[in-house]
C-alpha cells in the first residue's frame, strides 16, 4: 500500500513564508511526477509546482517566481518553498505522484490527504 504523507501546512501571515513536504513510503519501484496541487473553496484545483520525469520543474502561474519545488530522491520526497504569501494563496493542498507500482504496467496516480495552509492578511 502507498501512501503520501503531507507535512507543514498552518496559518501564516501575509508576505511571510511557508515550506510543505510530502513524503511516500510503501512498496513501490520508482516516482515519477512528484509535486502539489491546491484547491480553494468553491475553486477548481490547480497546479502549484511539480517535478516532472527527468527533474523538470514546473509551476503555476499564481506561484511562478515565488515558489520553488524540488526531489529529494533518496528519501521520495518532495518539497515546496513558498515566499511572499498572500490570502490568496489560502486553501488545502495537496501532494501528487506517479509511482510505478509494477513493472508491468503504466505510473498510477496518488494523492495525499491535503494539508491545509491559510495566509491571514
Known amino acids: 500500500q502507498v501512501q503520501l504523507v503531507e507535512s507543514g501546512g498552518g496559518l501564516v501571515q501575509a508576505g511571510e513564508s511557508l515550506r510543505l513536504s510530502c513524503t511516500a513510503s510503501g512498496t513501490f519501484y520508482g516516482i515519477t511526477d512528484m509535486g502539489w496541487y491546491r484547491q480553494a473553496p468553491g475553486k477548481q484545483r490547480e497546479l502549484v509546482a511539480i517535478?516532472?520525469?527527468?527533474?523538470?520543474?514546473n509551476y503555476g502561474a499564481s506561484v511562478k517566481g515565488r515558489s520553488t519545488v524540488s526531489r529529494d530522491y533518496a528519501k521520495n520526497t518532495v518539497l515546496l518553498q513558498m515566499n511572499s504569501l498572500t490570502p490568496e494563496d489560502t486553501g488545502v493542498y495537496y501532494c501528487?505522484?506517479?509511482?510505478?507500482?509494477?513493472?508491468?504496467?503504466?505510473?498510477?496516480?496518488?494523492w495525499g490527504q491535503g494539508t491545509q495552509v491559510t495566509v491571514s492578511s
Open positions: 517535478v516532472e520525469n527527468g527533474n523538470i520543474p
Open positions: 501528487y505522484a506517479d509511482i510505478i507500482v509494477d513493472t508491468h504496467y503504466d505510473p498510477r496516480n496518488f
